[in-house]
């Protein structure tokens, strides 16, 4: 009688029941495991932190000063980045901690090289930058794996998409601010937040994108895009035709958890006048100035890119819903930013990544 054996597939190795694996089977079986897991950690963490050191290191910036600057600029706290409260404290200890460590005796030898290259601000503003940027990486490679459709189930086709996200951020760093990293974090994680609790219908998931929105909102403004993503996810055209109205009880709070801070914060400081609403009016410089226009138009080109990039029609339809519910975000980088610093339409070009991936055919069966 022939002997038959069953084969089990388990991570990167076959075990034939009734036979036990050899000693040098199984170290292969774990080598395996632990170069995945290995490359894996490089392509997550130590690939963005390089790039992110190229960024900052390797090119010089035409619009800042942040290089030569010794401590954190007067204008973060008396124009319309004192509202950004956390970044701009956060820039303080930073730097207090880079001058610690700069004249530290046990970094002596280390001390010419960081005078050489920066100033304890831009020291502290990178380091700062870099633990969001990398907390951003893995949140991105979190959400790239949770519930993707199925043509970026694939290992591969998902570390594609997040490199090329990961060069996004980094692209953007020409201009280097101090909170825009820690505002995408919170967004990232906002939507994580959202998606999880449209998965669950917990409510832990949105009380916690409550308390985020307000929290970031401190950070900066993009905190509103959280709540346009929401929208996109809950909305439904036909409920509200129905008169089904659980979805504006759903945005009321989290309209209510931005609002708060962001017109506490102007009230407030406005009276001690240490700041002012915008630094100026560029509607028509953005559609004068050819920067600007480029600026533009390779947003635009990046946002059509990641609109085909969606296989499905459910995802095609949340791009456009959430694209709509940004307006009122679109609208006021016209009116008061600059569209050659593409680092402000750098949420809506991640989000439309991640609704290109995510599988939301489960979301509306």
Request: net charge positive; hydrophobic share 50%.
């Amino acid at each position: 009688m022939k002997k038959t054996f069953t084969f089990v597939k388990v991570p990167h190795c076959q075990v034939i029941f009734g036979k036990k694996l050899s000693l040098k089977a199984q170290l292969f079986c774990m080598l395996k495991t632990f170069d995945e897991k290995f490359s894996g950690f490089l392509f997550v963490v130590i690939l963005p932190f390089l790039l992110f050191f190229m960024s900052y290191y390797g090119f010089e910036s035409s619009y800042t000063h942040f290089k030569t600057s010794e401590r954190p600029p007067d204008f973060l706290f008396s124009s319309v980045y004192s509202y950004r409260i956390i970044p701009n404290y956060l820039s303080i200890y930073m730097t207090d901690l880079m001058e610690y460590c700069i004249n530290n005796p046990l970094l002596s030898p280390f001390k010419n090289l960081f005078i050489k290259n920066g100033t304890p601000f831009y020291h502290g503003l990178f380091l700062t930058n870099t633990v969001f940027f990398i907390l951003s990486s893995v949140i991105i490679n979190a959400i790239l794996k949770f519930r993707s459709v199925d043509f970026f189930s694939n290992i591969m086709m998902r570390r594609i998409i997040h490199l090329l996200m990961v060069f996004f951020i980094v692209m953007t760093q020409y201009t280097p601010s101090n909170c825009d990293t820690i505002a995408l974090f919170c967004y990232l994680v906002g939507i994580v937040l959202t998606i999880k609790y449209h998965h669950t219908n917990r409510n832990l998931f949105f009380y916690l994108l409550i308390i985020l929105i307000a929290v970031s909102t401190l950070v900066r403004e993009t905190a509103c895009l959280n709540i346009a993503f929401f929208a996109a996810v809950f909305f439904s055209l036909k409920e509200i035709k129905q008169k089904k109205i659980q979805f504006i009880w759903k945005v009321i709070p989290l309209l209510l958890s931005f609002l708060t801070p962001y017109l506490g914060l102007r009230i407030f400081l406005n009276q001690e006048e240490k700041s002012s609403f915008m630094e100026g009016i560029y509607i028509v410089a953005n559609f004068t100035s050819p920067f600007n226009i480029a600026g533009l138009l390779f947003s635009a080109v990046v946002l059509y890119f990641m609109y085909k990039l969606c296989a499905d029609d459910k995802n095609k339809l949340v791009f456009k819903k959430y694209l709509f519910f940004s307006l009122p975000y679109i609208g006021m980088i016209t009116l008061v930013g600059l569209f050659w610093e593409v680092r402000l339409f750098l949420p809506l070009i991640l989000t439309g990544a991640v609704i290109a991936c995510h599988d939301f055919k489960k979301l509306y069966n």
